[in-house]
């Protein structure tokens, strides 16, 4: 455990590692919480410099990949510069080309690193891996490397064409993602801080969180002005499409919400038929006059636009998604607009903030926590209350479904705040009329409805949230008071689905069992343990909610051995004192395991 680092290339390297892994896991956290960041920074020795080791990592100790991986990053180099395109291309002025071969070493020192990373046998399954652009720090070209895991940044739409032609040797990267952007500025705010001196001495990120997640805004929004109309970047205008649409979807017009639809693409797009021509483009430096415009766009037809102009009203039909050459923006309210790209969300911006679309939600969890809530509940309604769910996300109005064991008892108590009908089997086109009103729909674990525009009452629980709506709060307040089986869905005006209660998933009994084993293994370590032993710890008190009394004891007794290890072998050292494990009061929930249920 000595605290003494080997392979130093500056003094305030883990220092700075630690504050860009925290700064991390808030960024990306945020906007999705099952994004678990990995940050570990590389350094590859400057060619000709003396420094001590050709690479180091940190953590250098009791870390998945060791700083001698890439000791022969250099000869990796040497081959990816030779073969790049724009290797060929020469500039007259020798500043101009000294400025190229240090941009393609930096590009083939990424390059080459991702490349040892994904031949590790030791790497962590289920994360990719991106890289920051190198910095001189002491004698090192500096990089940090983010994990993050693959499959939730894949489950957001993303575009597959990442790149715009300039000419026959040279094209620009443009983002195909609002995730890959947010990636992006994060890893260009860690360059930034790396040019600092002694970079991890004072704070961290020289962008707040909201700051990068605008900055990555801007450059979504730039890719795609870039995409469907590179040649018409008039004085910038690509950069500033972003903010445009913020200020547009903050003008009133006669005191009314801004809504309405833009397509952005090029002039002669084939997938585009005009219905009206302005004569006189209107230009979106003039916000106030796009705005009114703009309220043009309520219905069928969308204006047209790039970054720079409007042109006219239109329609779009028969377009080929893989050009990736046609977008939608759509004012959805006051400070509120979204990016769409062939039908689907791409980034959503409220009041300038843009974020990920929320993902749908889980027809496998939802068909569990059916069965969980409704013991009794069938194969078939199962799947007729999930198809209504699917309808009702695709409704643009928020609303709310709620499924309740006594739905014919309750229908009788709360007719004087709801609509009563003759019981009915639902579908979706019917569940779509019904929605039209506000309160929550009735329905019993069949799919009959017993009730419609239902107000939900109940006694105010400490559950509530403040910054939820009403809708949501009366989920809460009704499910936990009402003392029948239920279960609430609410759908949000700004997209996405909360269940009420929110069950927690079921885990694989083994996943638990295997990690109580590590740590018993760990317990008879006396070196190289600290990193993993922290991780074992942090991932059984995330799911303590599932440890029975016989984990907590024998968890107990490996940690209280691990501890006392560690304080003898570094008496002197800071620590922190974790409470013992106990088995988790849920309350009426109990822990649920894979392993007893037969998932369909």
Known sequence: ?????????????????????????????????????????????????????????????????KSEAFDGVWSIVENLVANYSESKLFH???????????????????????????????????LEFFISWPVV?????????????????????????????????????????????????????????????????????????????????????????????????????????????????????????????????????????SHIAFECPVQLTNARAARKVLELASGSLSIHMNSAEMWGLVEHSDYQSESEDLFEVVITGHHKWELRHNGKSMMHVRDSIPSLPKPTFDCKKLSIDLRRIFTDISQDSTSRLIELVVAAERQEHGTMLLISQDATNEAKRLENQATLIAPCHLTPNILEQLTSIDGAVLIDPDAVCHAIGVILDGMATSSGDSSRGARFNSAIRYTETRGCRCLAIVISEDGGVD??????????????????????????????????????????????????????????????????????????????????????DGGSERPCYEEDLKVS
């Open 499 to 584: 269940f009420v209660p929110n069950l927690k998933p079921p885990i694989q009994r083994t996943e638990i069992d295997s990690r109580v084993a590590e740590l018993e293994k760990i317990s008879d370590m006396r070196v190289g343990r600290v990193r993993r032993y922290l991780k074992i710890i942090n991932w059984l008190r995330d799911r303590r909610f599932y440890l029975n009394e016989e984990h907590c004891g024998k968890l107990n007794t490996f940690v209280a051995d691990i501890e006392r290890q560690d304080q003898m072998i570094d008496p002197s050292s800071v620590r922190v004192i974790y409470r013992e494990f106990v088995p988790f």
């Open 1 to 65: 455990m000595s605290k003494n680092i080997d392979h130093f290339m500056w003094g305030y390297q883990r220092h700075f590692r630690i504050i860009q892994d925290v700064h991390a896991q808030t960024l990306f956290g945020d906007i999705d919480d099952r994004i678990e960041p990995e940050v570990f920074i590389v350094g590859i020795r400057l060619e000709g410099s003396d420094g001590p080791f050709p690479a180091c990592v940190e953590p250098e100790n009791d870390f998945w990949i």
């Open 137 to 273: 720090v002491g004698h090192y070209w500096v990089t940090l490397v983010l994990g993050l895991q693959s499959d939730v940044v894949r489950s957001f739409p993303y575009l597959s064409i990442g790149e715009v032609a300039l000419h026959e040797l040279r094209s620009i990267k443009i983002a195909t993602s609002f995730i890959q952007s947010l990636i992006d500025i994060f890893l260009e705010d860690v360059s930034d801080q790396l040019l600092k001196p002694d970079p991890g001495r004072g704070a961290g990120l020289a962008k707040s969180p909201d700051d990068i997640r605008r900055a990555a805004g801007i450059r979504m929004m730039s890719a795609i002005a870039w995409k469907t109309d590179s040649w018409s970047n008039q004085n910038g205008s690509h950069d500033l499409l972003f903010e445009r649409c913020n200020r547009i979807a903050a003008l009133p017009y006669e005191r009314g919400a801004p809504k309405g639809r833009a397509l952005i693409t090029r002039r002669d797009n084939p997938s585009i038929q």
């Open 92 to 126: 007259t002025h020798p500043v101009a080309q000294e400025m190229e071969n240090e941009r393609l070493i930096k590009k083939a020192v990424c390059e080459a690193i991702l490349q040892i990373i994904a031949q590790s046998d030791d790497r962590p399954r289920g």
